[in-house]
């Protein structure tokens, strides 16, 4: 592996002018930190549907044409949606205590007088699944499927089954109920929140997701109980307020040929409400915006890129499929996003690494110099590039560290001091010098993989 990466290396030294901007970004960008910094300061949380999404949309919109960015506009659609209430969680019985919990969004409420019934342990997803049908008929299903931290992130889709749909198995099998280990990566008392789903047919049912501490204790709890029934009491008050209004936001950089396909740079505005959206995803929104920035302080590129904020990814990618609606019959070049925090980008992925080889080693060598391997991996794309997958055009992922992103994920702490302002400005270098090579790229690129 060590030649083919000091062989980029060295190619990149032959790198075209563009280079600079890139380089420069490395050094002083300040202008991810700016947005991120100003949004999570100025607007907070940003849930999706609510009065707080809209003030963060207000708040990019000047944002975008305060910095020079073309054509800012803001795309309205309307979705449902859902707000958090009162949450507590005791165990009543054998040892009394409380616990850390939130609901996960579409959890239905338990009512303000709350509930208690017996709880029932599956330290898997796949011992729910195996449980007999009506086997938790009143009980409250606990599952405690854990999530270890990998680079790349694949843990996810180990854990996140378990809250995705999770409660919709355990109410199909009758549970009145349900909670989970939170789907991270710490050890802290700070329980991860995130949308879970109920299948049709399922009446939803309260649902919320205990801090990996509490659930590491009501582990101990079941192990000491020699028997007898553990019983929970748990309050969550959540409601759907119905349709409300939200909204995609974009920006352009405007190329020298207005009539080629444009490069689609994305991230999404709204965040949980735990915290203040400052990696998920504050800081992706600042980078595709700084990377835009830096290329057009280089001169004008031949295509025109676009910034697409988009709005309520949380709570079901509303923004990603109302925006793919309505440019269904707008061709693009290319589309990528940022939505994984903010440390360092270690490898980049493409869908035409063989399909078109050039371009590929292109990109490669202009971003092995930021410490980033080329990869055979084939790029899948970002959630909010919905119309990118959809017209079956190129792809990249440009792959963040994701070691500790799960520490922090939907939770009180995606808070900005969880940055660090040196690998933000890692991630923009390497978001200026692929869409420099992208945005002056004159030819169609050949999609295969």
């Not at 707080?52 to 960015?69: I, T």
């Not at 801090?211 to 079941?222: G, H, Y």
Request: proline share 6%; with cysteine.
């Amino acid at each position: 592996m060590h030649k083919p990466i000091l062989a980029l290396a060295a190619l990149s030294l032959t790198a075209p002018a563009h280079a600079d901007t890139a380089d420069d970004a490395l050094k002083s960008d300040t202008i991810a930190w700016d947005f991120v910094e100003g949004i999570t300061t100025e607007v907070g949380p940003r849930m999706a549907g609510t009065e707080a999404e809209a003030r963060g949309r207000a708040w990019a919109l000047e944002w975008l044409n305060a910095n020079g960015f073309a054509n800012v506009v803001e795309e309205p659609y309307d979705m449902p949606t859902w707000v958090r209430g009162e949450e507590r969680a005791e165990i009543t019985g054998p040892f009394p205590q409380p616990m850390q919990i939130t609901a996960l969004g579409t959890s239905a409420s338990t009512g303000p007088k709350g509930i208690e019934a017996e709880v029932v342990y599956f330290p898997s997803y796949a011992d729910l699944e195996a449980a007999a049908p009506g086997s938790l008929k009143g009980k409250i299903a606990f599952i405690s499927h854990d999530m270890r931290p990998t680079q790349d992130g694949s843990g996810y889709g180990f854990a996140g089954p378990a809250r995705w749909t999770g409660a919709g198995l355990a109410a199909s099998k009758g549970a009145v109920a349900t909670v989970i280990r939170s789907i991270g990566t710490e050890n802290h008392r700070t329980p991860h929140t995130g949308g879970t789903s109920f299948p049709k047919g399922v009446k939803a049912t309260p649902a919320g997701a205990l801090s990996n501490p509490d659930a590491d204790n009501l582990e101990r709890i079941f192990a000491r109980a020699d028997g007898q029934p553990v019983t929970m009491r748990l309050t969550m008050t959540p409601r759907d307020v119905g349709t409300t209004r939200s909204g995609n936001v974009t920006g352009e950089i405007v190329g020298r040929d207005p009539s080629l396909p444009p490069l689609l740079l994305a991230c999404h505005l709204d965040s949980w409400d735990l915290g203040t959206g400052a990696i998920d995803d504050g800081a992706g929104c600042g980078i595709a915006a700084a990377a835009a920035k830096h290329v057009a302080a280089a001169g004008q590129p031949l295509r025109t890129i676009r910034v697409l904020f988009a709005g309520a990814e949380e709570t079901g990618l509303w923004g990603s499929k109302a925006y793919a609606a309505a440019h269904a019959d707008e061709p693009f070049m290319v589309g990528y996003e940022s939505d994984f925090g903010a440390d360092r980008i270690w490898r980049i992925d493409s869908n035409f690494t063989k399909s078109d080889p050039e371009l590929y080693k292109a990109l490669a060598q202009a971003v092995a110099r930021f410490g980033v391997a080329p990869s055979a991996a084939v790029a899948t794309g970002g959630a909010d590039i919905n119309v990118i997958r959809e017209q079956g055009v190129a792809i990249i992922d440009l792959q963040q560290d994701g070691t500790r992103y799960f520490d922090l994920h939907h939770t009180p702490d995606d808070t900005l001091d969880k940055i660090d302002p040196e690998q933000l400005r890692q991630n923009v270098a390497v978001w200026t010098a692929v869409t420099n090579v992208l945005a002056n790229h004159n030819r169609p690129i050949v999609v295969g993989e």
